[in-house]
């Protein structure tokens, strides 16, 4: 499989709202460089590259003092990628890792020297789904030694199936991009309704990122923001927000990150509401120093 075209944009924009001093970009990718960083053999999809000094320039750009990176299923369960882009970025960048189920206490023990505070599973079809939905409470138990907590990415068919599994996980549980719900199918759709219910359980978290993903329009997606700023508005304290740089398998080109980052504006309008969004979840969700 040959690598595709760059994913990110080229020349994204300065966006106009001002963030919070210690604002976190709590999901975003790096890719390559692939002679130092190769794919994994059975990567089902090789982005093109998206080496670590991008991402810094557009940190830099959008305003953003800290980062969690989440490592891709392109590099498979090599996390190398993942921890040298947070090493370059000492106490500003954390990592969350892919990891088979059967690792070890000792190399969960050394990622989390590195920077690492979570572990992704994936349940989406274009992705490797890495371990069985019923075996995630016992693999959470470990990981709460650690701190850590599980990062769940899944089709928004999934959330009423899983839920009962993930409510009873002894560990934070965070779920990707709104659940991946489909705005155009309206507020009161049941992958919506079924993602509002899990997240009554207090362990629950949920990123609103992925608006570009959510919504069947072009920029600036004004259909998915309504639900992001009800998840923002009911669970403040359980939110985060990324940009999902370099957005890899998007429908269309790639969006401009300035425009989603001005979406903030429209998903957290008040001022406590962004500050617990970029600032106060992350640094406590990811083990910040304040």
Request: hydrophobic share 40%.
């Amino acid at each position: 499989m040959a690598l595709s075209d760059i994913t990110y944009h080229p020349a994204p924009s300065k966006p106009k709202i001002v963030l919070p001093i210690g604002a976190c970009d709590a999901h975003c990718h790096v890719f390559g460089p692939t002679d130092r960083f190769p794919y994994a053999q059975d990567a089902r999809f090789r982005p093109g590259e998206a080496p670590k000094e991008k991402l810094f320039a557009l940190h830099d750009l959008l305003g953003f003092e800290r980062c969690v990176v989440v490592h891709s299923g392109c590099h498979g369960y090599d996390n190398s990628v993942t921890a040298d882009a947070i090493a370059a970025r000492p106490g500003r960048y954390r990592g969350i890792a892919l990891l088979p189920p059967e690792l070890s206490d000792a190399e969960i023990r050394a990622l989390d020297g590195q920077g690492f505070r979570g572990a992704r599973f994936n349940y989406m079809a274009h992705l490797k789904a890495g371990i069985a939905i019923s075996d995630l409470p016992a693999f959470a138990t470990r990981l709460k030694d650690f701190n850590w907590h599980l990062l769940i990415h899944m089709d928004n068919k999934y959330i009423a199936e899983m839920a009962p599994t993930l409510s009873r996980i002894s560990v934070p549980v965070v779920i990707d991009h709104m659940g991946r719900i489909d705005a155009s199918e309206g507020p009161d759709q049941a992958p919506f309704a079924a993602l509002m219910r899990l997240l009554e359980h207090e362990h629950i978290w949920v990123k609103v990122s992925g608006s570009e993903r959510a919504s069947r329009q072009e920029a600036p997606y004004a259909d998915a923001v309504p639900f992001a700023r009800r998840l923002v508005e009911t669970f403040p304290d359980r939110v985060l927000w990324g940009t999902d740089w370099p957005h890899p398998n998007f429908r269309s080109s790639p969006p401009d990150d300035g425009v989603l980052t001005d979406l903030l504006a429209e998903i957290a309008p008040s001022e406590a509401h962004l500050r617990a969004l970029l600032v106060d979840n992350p640094m406590n969700l990811y083990r910040f120093d304040k």
